[in-house]
T-cell receptor, first 114, second 108 residues
Framework: DGGITQSPKYLFRKEGQNVTLSCEQN?????MYWYRQDPGQGLRLIYY???????QKGDIAEGYSVSREKKESFPLTVTSAQKNPTAFYLC?????????????FGAGSRLTVL | GEDVEQSLFLSVREGDSSVINCTYT??????LYWYKQEPGAGLQLLTYIFSNMDMKQDQRLTVLLNKKDKHLSLRIADTQTGDSAIYFCALGGQNFVFGPGTRLSVLP
């Protein structure tokens, strides 16, 4: 079945460490997105990529980095520069549904900084 | 920029109807969406409506769109305990814009 796989599901990090969250899709979608979710704040866009080898900053890109070397993969690195990285991170890809573009989400990765 | 607002909480009795409301400031989106998020999971697409439509029904779900008032609602008929979740409305486009989510609690 087609879908988006995020890993790891849970991740613990010490302050000062970089961590990379994986996002892989087999939906053949061109566009991919990373969101951060904090309680009561909805989803905030970190980075997005419309096509391979190209990506753009979202609303809260500071302290994060991404790459898009393959269509299927869009990893997110949370760097030590991110002041408050504890959050739930969601990856999504966008493709054509019946009549509309649709965002499909992965199951999420919960990062906790100790 | 675009702004999407929702009430943060809603409680209903099992078997009653739930109505989740959403208001927005920008009306240029061609499609408007409803997503559902269960605890610890990603978002799941429930339904979407074309901006030229007033209503869309899909089994227990009814979406109403009032473009003049920039108001979108999701009605869930015969609400069940399995409907307990957070519901997000979203405006479509190159980058979707999401509301803060409404946490629906279904009481037995």
């Amino acid at each position: 079945d087609g879908g988006i796989t995020q890993s790891p599901k849970y991740l613990f990090r010490k302050e000062g460490q970089n961590v990379t969250l994986s996002c892989e899709q087999n939906l053949n979608h061109d566009a991919m997105y990373w969101y951060r979710q904090d309680p009561g704040q909805g989803l905030r866009l970190i980075y997005y990529s419309q096509i391979v080898n190209d990506f753009q900053k979202g609303d809260i890109a500071e302290g994060y980095s991404v790459s898009r070397e393959k269509k299927e993969s869009f990893p997110l690195t949370v760097t030590s520069a991110q002041k408050n990285p504890t959050a739930f991170y969601l990856c999504a890809s966008k493709g054509r549904g019946p009549g509309a573009n649709v965002l499909t989400f992965g199951a999420g990765s919960r990062l906790t900084v100790l | 920029g675009e702004d999407v607002e929702q009430s943060l909480f809603l409680s209903v009795r099992e078997g009653d109807s739930s109505v989740i409301n959403c208001t927005y400031t920008d009306s240029s989106s061609t499609y408007l969406y409803w997503y559902k998020q269960e605890p610890g999971a990603g978002l799941q697409l429930l339904t979407y409506i074309f901006s030229n439509m007033d209503m869309k029904q899909d089994q227990r779900l009814t979406v109403l769109l009032n473009k003049k008032d920039k108001h979108l609602s999701l009605r869930i008929a015969d609400t069940q305990t399995g409907d307990s979740a957070i519901y997000f409305c979203a405006l479509g486009g190159q980058n979707f814009v999401f509301g803060p989510g409404t946490r629906l609690s279904v009481l037995p």
